[in-house]
């Protein structure tokens, strides 16, 4: 049963908190030398994705993703080929899950709580990713941003959720491993559950909202949101 405290419904952000984003790695390290260089790239893809929204405009995630490849290589006098934006697509489409994934899902579903995503990721052609990393069947239902035309951390995007489930946002819980999508959620009136695995870490600075959950593995967070114990901020 759950808990008063808890939220019934928990949104899952997908690419990095579900599904294992390094294995694009080798795509990074064939086309820069440095795997490293992963990390540039999906801040570029993160950078512009909300630049689009506060400037009113809308380009799928995935083609996004390619022009940001074919920006960053540009910056490092690399060139990308249309072979090298085939692989980033098809290694995209098959991301495996993270090993604590599944049985956190496990947990957090035999315990009552409804599942659901909510991706920057447009609507796919089955299978989808999280078919592909055998997770579709612990969701309820799949969100896209695509719906609204706007990017997490957007509040239209959490709010239309909520409306969708006929619940309020209050009522929902975001897990993500990004700080500004925990951020965004908790502006909107949902709690935030930041999981904050390698390359993800709190931001200490003034005002910016604690979240309610926050550990290292999706199953030590997903026992915090069963058991409602909320982090204590250790701001002085």
């Known amino acids: 049963m759950i808990n008063k405290t808890t939220p019934s419904v928990i949104v899952f952000d997908v690419n990095e908190t579900l599904l294992d984003i390094t294995t694009l790695e080798p795509l990074f390290e064939r086309m820069f030398g440095n795997a490293v260089m992963l990390r540039e790239w999906f801040a570029q893809l993160v950078l512009y994705s909300q630049t689009m929204t506060l400037s009113g405009l809308y380009i799928p995630f995935n083609k996004l993703g390619a022009a940001a490849l074919k920006m960053t290589a540009s910056n490092h006098q690399i060139a990308c080929t249309d072979n090298d934006v085939e692989e980033l697509g098809e290694r995209m489409r098959h991301m495996p899950a993270h090993p604590d994934v599944a049985p956190a899902l496990t947990r957090l579903k035999s315990a009552g709580h409804r599942l659901v995503t909510l991706t920057n990721s447009p609507v796919s052609a089955s299978p989808t990713p999280l078919d592909e990393a055998g997770l579709s069947d612990y969701f309820e239902r799949t969100f896209s941003v695509e719906a609204t035309s706007k990017f997490k951390p957007a509040p239209e995007t959490y709010q239309y959720v909520a409306q969708e489930l ?12 990004h700080l500004w999508d925990t951020i965004g959620a908790q ?24 979240p309610d ?4 593995t999706l199953g030590e967070l997903a026992e915090q949101i069963m058991l409602g114990s909320r982090v204590q901020s250790d701001r002085t």
Do not use: E, I, K, W
């Not at 006929?166 to 491993?177: H, K, R």
């Not at 502006?187 to 935030?192: D, K, P, V």
């Open 213 to 216: 959950f926050m550990a290292s």
């Open 166 to 177: 006929s619940v309020n946002t209050s009522d929902l819980c975001l897990v993500a491993c």
């Open 187 to 210: 502006a909107a009136g949902c709690q935030g559950a930041f999981l904050t695995r390698p390359h993800n870490s709190f931001l200490p600075a003034p005002d910016v909202p604690y």
